[in-house]
Structures are given as structure tokens and as C-alpha cells.
């Protein structure tokens, strides 16, 4: 299933600068995105969302982008700190015509280590 | 601030026997989920239950596997007879509508 796809395993950033994650996507039918940061042994931690029906959201440091005519989302983290090194998922949220899920398809994630 | 608690959280059983992992959901969630993840694989959805009823199940979530919330906070999901792939991590997941997702720490289970 590679309906959401991260296409970069890891990530190195200094501290104080931007992170830039990405995401993509193949299903139209997706509405509704979602930013998670994973720690190791620990489960997935809800960071930012954003509706298909926006561009733009932006929580504090975080940031993310929807271009759907690109089927493309990015979380921007500005300035990056040391304890946002983790891994980080994007997932997706399908509404199929006439149907209903809240079923979330996840990506691979990317390593992001912010060195100080 | 609440969070999603799970247990046990690890869990080390022979192929063949019967597991129950356990999940107190936030408690004005209204929407619940697991999920799970082997080894290097992605996150992968499993079953998402409302008003005390299955509302979607995977391919995955055969007849071996149950899930149920007998006293209202517990929220559980039954191997019957558990096989060595399902060696994963278990995450339990709440919400209190149908968009945002709130996962617990996870269980590790390892089937031998």
C-alpha cells in the first residue's frame, strides 16, 4: 500500500533552522492530513492536521502545507530544536464516494535529528 | 492532560494461545481504533469501533481477532489463537470526533 509515501528516510538540521518534511500522496479521495512525531518506544504523538479544504495551518513552530494539485504536504518546524528529533509520519484520511473511513493510512516516517 | 494508556506493555506468548490487550481510552473519546506496526513495516490500521459496534475493519482483522468495550473506559482487542506474525507493536487510539487521532504508548507483542 503506497498510498502515502515519505520519500526521505532521514533528516539532519541544525538547530535554530528550518526542517522541512515530506509527504506525498496518490489518492484524491483523501481529505483530511495529519502530522504525528514519534518517539522510540513510545506511540505516535498528534502534532498539526489540516483539512483538504485549506493550504495552510500553523500551530506555533509547526507549519504545514497542502498542495493538493500535487498531492503534496510538507510540515515546516522553525526554529528547530534538539528535542524535535524523532521520527515523523504523515498520515492521510480517506472519504470515499458515498462511503465513510477514519482510517488512517500512515507513510514510512522520517528520521529528523536537529543537532545543536 | 489525559492520554491514552495501554497494557501490559510488553507481552511475550507461545504461538497458539490467546492474547488480550488492554486500552483506557481518553474518557469523552467518542471514536476508538487500533493499530499496529511490525518490525520496519508502517503503522497499518486495524479496527475502528463506535457506539459499541465495529464501524470498519482491515483485510487483516480476520476472525482471530475481536475487540470490544464491556464497561465503557476498557477498551480491548482479543488474539484468539495468536500466530508469530503477529509479532508487532499495538497501538490503541481514541478520538473525540472523526478527525484527530490520539494514540496510546503501544504494546509490544512478541508470539514465540
Known amino acids: 500500500d503506497q498510498q502515502v509515501k515519505q520519500n526521505s528516510p532521514s533528516l539532519s538540521v541544525q538547530e535554530g533552522r528550518i526542517s522541512i518534511l515530506n509527504c506525498d500522496y496518490t489518492?484524491?479521495?483523501?481529505?483530511?492530513f495529519l502530522w504525528y512525531k514519534k518517539y522510540p518506544a513510545e506511540g505516535p504523538t498528534f502534532l498539526i492536521s489540516?483539512?483538504?479544504?485549506?493550504d495552510k495551518n500553523e500551530d506555533g513552530r509547526f507549519t504545514v502545507f497542502l498542495n493538493k494539485s500535487a498531492k503534496h504536504l510538507s510540515l515546516h518546524i522553525v526554529p528547530s530544536q534538539p528535542g524535535d528529533s524523532a521520527v515523523y509520519f504523515c498520515?492521510?484520511?480517506?472519504?470515499?464516494?458515498?462511503?465513510?473511513?477514519?482510517?488512517?493510512?500512515f507513510g514510512t516516517g522520517t528520521l529528523l535529528a536537529v543537532q545543536p | 492532560e489525559p492520554e491514552v494508556t495501554q497494557t501490559p506493555s510488553h507481552q511475550v506468548t507461545q504461538m497458539g494461545q490467546e492474547v488480550i490487550l488492554r486500552c483506557v481510552p481518553i474518557?469523552?473519546?467518542?471514536?476508538f481504533y487500533w493499530y499496529r506496526q511490525i518490525l520496519g513495516q508502517k503503522v497499518e490500521f486495524l479496527v475502528s469501533?463506535?457506539?459499541?459496534?465495529?464501524?470498519?475493519k482491515s483485510e487483516i482483522f480476520d476472525d482471530q481477532f475481536s475487540v470490544e468495550r464491556p464497561d465503557g473506559s476498557n477498551f480491548t482487542l482479543k488474539i484468539r489463537s495468536t500466530k508469530l506474525e503477529d509479532s508487532a507493536m499495538y497501538f490503541c487510539?481514541?478520538?473525540?470526533?472523526?478527525?484527530?487521532?490520539?494514540f496510546g504508548p503501544g504494546t509490544r507483542l512478541l508470539v514465540l
Open positions: 498520515a492521510a484520511r480517506g472519504r470515499p464516494l458515498g462511503g465513510a473511513t477514519n482510517k488512517l493510512i
Open positions: 489518492n484524491s479521495m483523501f481529505d483530511y
Open positions: 489540516i483539512s483538504s479544504i485549506k
Open positions: 474518557s469523552n473519546h467518542l471514536y
Open positions: 469501533f463506535y457506539n459499541n459496534e465495529i464501524s470498519e
Open positions: 487510539a481514541g478520538g473525540r470526533d472523526q478527525e484527530t487521532q490520539y
